[in-house]
């Protein structure tokens, strides 16, 4: 790999200031696992066969593959050292803090991964019989209850794979009841505040997307809203709080709006951990929403890893759940209920990322109703000691209060010509990763900031000091901001072909030509 790598130095002309979190460190060069490759080598020693060798053509015939590529030969401990080489270059909640906002990075207990793993959880298959899986139907169960008992609702699916894939549930509930009434009606109202999945969700399910304008404080504009809603408005899908951390005070008012055009509420719970504990959708009018327990409820989460997003609605949609749906049968045992006739059908295979149950369902326990409104209670306090400590530094473009995260602008900066997205790779040199970078679309310039519950004043300190140094670069040295990261082995990527242009298969060079990343790249 032809990359320049630029030592990092922390007592260099490098910094304005001293990082009081990140130091040199060392990351280890490292190419690709093909250049590392010599024929022959194994990571492996197979017994030797005690059975007659079988021919595997004269079992499964022209269906075996037999060319399989170019396939990187190395040992055992060269395939450990060139993944652990690779993790040095990476962020992990395990080194700091993840600031994002709207992601809710918080820790994941380890304890959760050790229930996870108990042998007959992580064992058990999908087709064994009911009578075998009364344990793990319990699983599904009580995190059911305790999912409809913290949401306030009705019923629950926890079938969804991930917050966007709750989202398309949803929807399609709300679909199933307007539908089951003669008419599915056409459009969806989202507030220009919302996640990007929200309008594609809509969109997906073959409604029409109209855009609901936020007011001065952020919130929903009730007079608009109800000039907007009619009989042909099938949901307002709302995130509460939204994006920028803000409460809608006027749920109530904005339910009652939508029921009494027949319409149906429906929430984004991405946010739930700023309400865990205080109060509850179901209380409030929603009707149909998802949680993210790879947020909110301290499941893994990033990295491509199975996610989890059940959805919960009140009893008017509850006809319409996907099957199947976890039952107690007349002998009190438990099981699963595929006769339903108004379902929306299947929406994941088997019950869902049963994984990700088990591990919400430990963190629940091991916190109990105390501990999980307390965490809310820190998760709120610990974005408003940001704000506080920064809003003097950086522009708050919304007053309203904080809940879980809250949202600066690089207003201040920008006049340097420092942006946002400058200030979020810089802030990777002072250790951190960066914070959510201009989202939501309504703050221009937007810097958001969830510390979650998992982090001490100790590291948040350290954030606020950070983000301090690094507005005094950009006042002082604009051009040091500009061009971080500087402690990174690689330091601006073309994000535009990068998104546009990925390269995700290694090719095999022409013979005698010598290996080079990009080289395989150019041919893409
Ligand atoms: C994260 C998020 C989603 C999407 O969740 P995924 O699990 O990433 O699909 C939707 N809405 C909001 C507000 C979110 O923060």
């Known amino acids: 790999m032809a990359t320049t790598i630029t030592a990092p130095d922390a007592a260099s002309e490098k910094f304005i200031g001293t990082p009081k979190k990140a130091t040199t460190h060392v990351n280890q060069n490292e190419g690709l696992i093909f250049e590392k490759s010599s024929p022959g080598k194994k990571a492996y020693r197979l017994a030797e066969l005690d059975v007659p060798a079988i021919d595997a053509a004269s079992l499964l015939g022209n269906t075996v593959r037999t060319d399989l590529g170019v396939m990187p030969e190395l040992s055992e401990i060269e395939i450990i050292r060139h993944f652990t080489r690779l993790s040095t270059w990476n962020y992990a909640i395990d080194l700091g803090m993840y600031p994002l906002g709207s992601c809710t990075m918080k820790y994941n207990g380890r304890v959760n991964e050790a229930v996870a793993r108990l042998e007959g959880i992580a064992e058990a298959h999908p087709y064994q019989p009911e009578s075998l899986s009364q344990g793990c139907l319990q699983i599904m169960k009580t995190l059911a209850d305790s999912l409809i008992e913290i949401t306030g609702m009705d019923a629950i699916t926890l079938q969804p794979a991930a917050g966007a894939h709750g989202e398309f549930t949803g929807i399609l509930l709300v679909r199933a009841y307007h539908e089951s009434k003669g008419n599915a009606r056409k459009k969806i109202l989202i507030p220009d505040s919302a996640h990007g999945t929200n309008p594609a969700t809509a969109a997906v399910c073959g409604y029409q997307v109209a855009n609901l304008k936020s007011n001065a404080q952020g919130m929903v504009d009730i007079a608009e809203l109800e000039r907007m809603v009619d009989e042909d408005t099938?949901?307002?899908?709302?995130?509460?709080?939204?994006?920028?951390?803000?409460?809608?005070?006027?749920?109530?008012?904005?339910?009652?709006?939508?029921?009494?055009?027949?319409?149906?509420?429906?929430?984004?719970?991405?946010?739930?951990?700023?309400?865990?504990?205080?109060?509850?959708?179901?209380?409030?009018?929603?009707?149909?929403?998802?949680?993210?327990?790879?947020?909110?409820?301290?499941?893994?989460?990033?990295?491509?890893?199975?996610?989890?997003?059940?959805?919960?609605?009140?009893?008017?949609?509850?006809?319409?759940?996907?099957?199947?749906?976890?039952?107690?049968?007349?002998?009190?045992?438990?099981?699963?209920?595929?006769?339903?006739?108004?379902?929306?059908?299947?929406?994941?295979?088997?019950?869902?990322?049963?994984?990700?149950?088990?591990?919400?369902?430990?963190?629940?326990?091991?916190?109990?109703?105390?501990?999980?409104?307390?965490?809310?209670?820190?998760?709120?306090?610990?974005?408003?000691?940001?704000?506080?400590?920064?809003?003097?530094?950086?522009?708050?473009?919304?007053?309203?209060?904080?809940?879980?995260?809250?949202?600066?602008?690089?207003?201040?900066?920008?006049?340097?010509?420092?942006?946002?997205?400058?200030?979020?790779?810089?802030?990777?040199?002072?250790?951190?990763?960066?914070?959510?970078?201009?989202?939501?679309?309504?703050?221009?310039?937007?810097?958001?900031?969830?510390?979650?519950?998992?982090?001490?004043?100790?590291?948040?300190?350290?954030?606020?000091?950070?983000?301090?140094?690094?507005?005094?670069?950009?006042?002082?040295?604009?051009?040091?901001?500009?061009?971080?990261?500087?402690?990174?082995?690689?330091?601006?990527?073309?994000?535009?072909?990068?998104?546009?242009?990925?390269?995700?298969?290694?090719?095999?060079?022409?013979?005698?030509?010598?290996?080079?990343?990009?080289?395989?790249?150019?041919?893409?």
Request: charged share 20%; net charge neutral.
């Open 234 to 524: 099938a949901a307002l899908m709302l995130t509460n709080p939204s994006t920028i951390g803000v409460f809608e005070s006027d749920i109530h008012k904005i339910a009652d709006i939508l029921h009494a055009k027949g319409a149906l509420l429906y929430m984004d719970g991405a946010n739930m951990n700023a309400l865990v504990g205080k109060t509850r959708p179901g209380d409030f009018g929603v009707d149909v929403m998802h949680l993210n327990l790879h947020k909110t409820f301290s499941t893994p989460h990033g990295g491509g890893g199975p996610g989890s997003g059940p959805v919960a609605c009140k009893k008017i949609l509850e006809p319409f759940l996907p099957t199947p749906v976890v039952v107690t049968r007349d002998n009190g045992l438990l099981g699963l209920e595929y006769n339903r006739p108004q379902t929306v059908g299947r929406v994941r295979m088997f019950y869902g990322n049963f994984g990700m149950f088990v591990r919400a369902l430990a963190y629940i326990l091991a916190n109990g109703p105390d501990g999980l409104r307390q965490t809310t209670e820190d998760a709120v306090l610990n974005a408003n000691y940001i704000r506080a400590k920064l809003e003097d530094t950086f522009e708050l473009p919304f007053k309203t209060p904080t809940l879980h995260e809250v949202v600066f602008s690089d207003k201040l900066q920008a006049k340097n010509g420092v942006k946002t997205g400058d200030m979020g790779k810089r802030l990777i040199d002072y250790g951190f990763h960066a914070y959510t970078v201009s989202f939501p679309m309504i703050v221009s310039g937007a810097m958001m900031i969830e510390p979650t519950e998992s982090e001490s004043r100790e590291e948040l300190d350290l954030l606020i000091d950070a983000l301090k140094q690094i507005a005094r670069e950009a006042a002082e040295n604009p051009e040091l901001v500009q061009t971080a990261p500087h402690s990174t082995r690689i330091q601006r990527l073309d994000e535009t072909a990068a998104a546009r242009k990925p390269v995700l298969r290694w090719k095999a060079p022409v013979a005698a030509t010598p290996v080079v990343a990009d080289s395989a790249a150019k041919e893409w």
